[in-house]
């Protein structure tokens, strides 16, 4: 099993302006690669271009299915005194299945300074149980220990809208940074998936991820996160994603469209 670590070790050049890789079996979801991983892996490209400044939103288009040997391009929109614009297209063999841009920027000074995003009642994760059964979870979440606080499992049918779990890379020379919080903000199921009375396909088609402080750490590994399904119609929900470290403090927050076939 290749662990993210080693994932991203092997992220090299791949012709004159790219990178490249092969996502291995481990890291996938179904035909595609884990949403998370494919997310992550733009930004990684977009920090190398401006390594000088932290990331501040993050904007993802799943295009298509992510597999196999893959191509990142970037490329330099802006950059100004205090702020840089990067796109980066994840290709598959020369077909661009993920479209990113990257927002960067240096910390200011500001009169304003409050943060508004209060993490709910959630436990101790080292007593919960593990939100996935062992023979109903994608390849992709193994690399992950998830632990249920409150919300229902996936296809059970609930009327809960709202999912809280604890998240933790099995991988513990996992680094705590920006690229390794993308990689793990989306391994819940959206929280329409638990509403659903039967099983049917579900895919991410937009990501929209927000960071809210360059002090990107926490205690023991645990990151708290909580999908709440705002609207489901015609096809598609719309989510709200926030995500606090062990200590309650809002580490990113974000928005998801998913469509949804059943």
């Known amino acids: 099993m290749t662990s993210y670590t080693e994932l991203l070790a092997r992220l090299g050049p791949a012709g004159p302006h790219g990178l490249g890789l092969t996502i291995p079996e481990n890291w996938m979801q179904g035909r595609t690669t884990y949403g998370g991983l494919t997310a992550a892996l733009c930004l990684e490209a977009a920090r190398r271009e401006v390594p000088d400044l932290p990331v501040r939103s993050v904007q993802v288009a799943f295009v298509g299915p992510v597999g196999g040997r893959v ?43 409050f943060k508004q995003v209060p993490m709910p009642e959630a436990g101790n994760p080292d007593l919960l149980d593990s939100f996935f059964a062992s023979d109903r979870r994608p390849n992709f979440s193994k690399n992950f220990n ?47 998936m638990s509403m659903l009375a039967r099983p049917a396909p579900i895919s991410s088609m937009t990501w929209m991820a927000e960071f809210l402080t360059d002090d990107i750490h926490t205690e023991n590994g645990w990151w708290f996160s909580q999908s709440l399904a705002e609207t489901a119609t015609a096809g598609y929900s719309s989510q709200d994603m926030r995500l606090w470290n062990s ?15 059943g």
């Open 71 to 113: 191509n990142l391009e970037t490329r330099l929109l802006r950059r100004g005194k205090n702020t840089a614009f990067v796109r980066t297209s994840l290709l598959v063999e020369g077909v661009i299945m993920a479209e990113c841009i990257s927002a960067f920027g240096a910390q200011r000074q500001s009169t304003l300074d």
């Open 146 to 192: 998830v632990r249920q606080a409150f919300g229902a499992p996936p296809v059970s049918g609930s009327s809960q809208r709202s999912i809280g779990l604890w998240l933790r890379n099995i991988d513990p020379q996992t680094p705590q940074d920006a690229t390794a919080i993308l990689a793990i903000a989306d391994c819940p199921p959206p929280a329409a």
């Open 247 to 261: 200590s309650g403090n809002p580490i990113l927050i974000g928005r998801q469209t998913i469509a949804v076939f």
